[in-house]
């Protein structure tokens, strides 16, 4: 099955620093990858995702990349506020529907935003 | 827009208990999850349903039933805690063939003691 290494596991950065988390993945025909943020006591929220015939994606200060040949995927954020504090996680899978879809996470990466 | 309910939020249980977490989704998803969370272990998938009708084991089965009541509801029961199930339980849907991404409820905090 898919598994899937996220780094760092805890990231320290000074607010409007960039932070950036890093993903590989080990099976070739997964072709979906969202980042999910996960606030204290909360569930996980999608805040972006990419497909595997895209190579980089924006939404105002988060950008994904994806290199398919090396398998694997950053998040990057720029311009950190305080509230981007939180617990992130990479995850993959193949998309469409039926039981091909099992989304698999990293295990996650504390970020904490110092003002 | 009430999204993915869980019951309960917060649950004590002695070793051997049984008990049953509820799942409730109201944007007509057709694939529902069941998660654990435990520190350092990311988010692992104990069971899913890819449609009404149909539940498959995910990573760490073991220790666990399920139940697709139906569309809306996705349950998940232990029939005898153990302390290594101490952990926060998310259930989670997704639209299906053309919806990708999946929606968590807030999580279930279960300590078995």
């Known amino acids: 099955g898919e598994n899937v290494e996220q780094h760092p596991s805890t990231l320290s950065v000074q607010e409007g620093d960039s932070a950036v988390i890093k993903c590989t993945y080990s099976d070739s025909a997964s072709n979906y990858f969202p980042w999910y943020k996960q606030e204290l006591g909360k569930g996980p929220q999608l805040i972006i995702d990419i497909r595997s015939n895209v190579g980089e994606k924006k939404d105002q200060r988060i950008a994904v990349t994806l290199n398919k040949t090396a398998k694997h995927f950053s998040l990057h954020i720029t311009e950190t506020q305080p509230e981007d504090s939180a617990v992130y996680f990479c995850a993959a899978s193949m998309s469409g529907g039926g039981s091909n879809y099992k989304l698999t996470f990293g295990k996650g990466t504390l970020l904490t935003v110092n003002p | 827009n009430a999204g993915v309910t869980q019951t309960p939020k917060f649950q004590v249980l002695k070793t051997g208990q049984s008990m049953t977490l509820q799942c409730a989704q109201d944007?007509?998803?057709?694939?529902m999850y069941w998660y654990r969370q435990d520190p350092g272990m990311g988010l692992r998938l104990i069971y899913y349903?890819?449609?009404?009708?149909?539940?498959d084991k995910g990573e760490v089965p073991n220790g666990y039933n399920v139940s697709r009541l139906n569309k809306r509801e996705f349950s998940l029961r232990l029939e005898s805690a153990a302390p290594s199930q101490t952990s926060v339980y998310f259930c989670?849907?997704?639209?299906?063939?053309?919806?990708?991404?999946?929606?968590f409820g807030e999580g279930s905090w279960l300590t078995v003691v």
């Open positions: 944007m007509n998803h057709n694939s």
């Open positions: 349903s890819a449609s009404e009708g149909t539940t």
């Open positions: 989670a849907s997704r639209q299906g063939i053309s919806g990708n991404t999946i929606y």
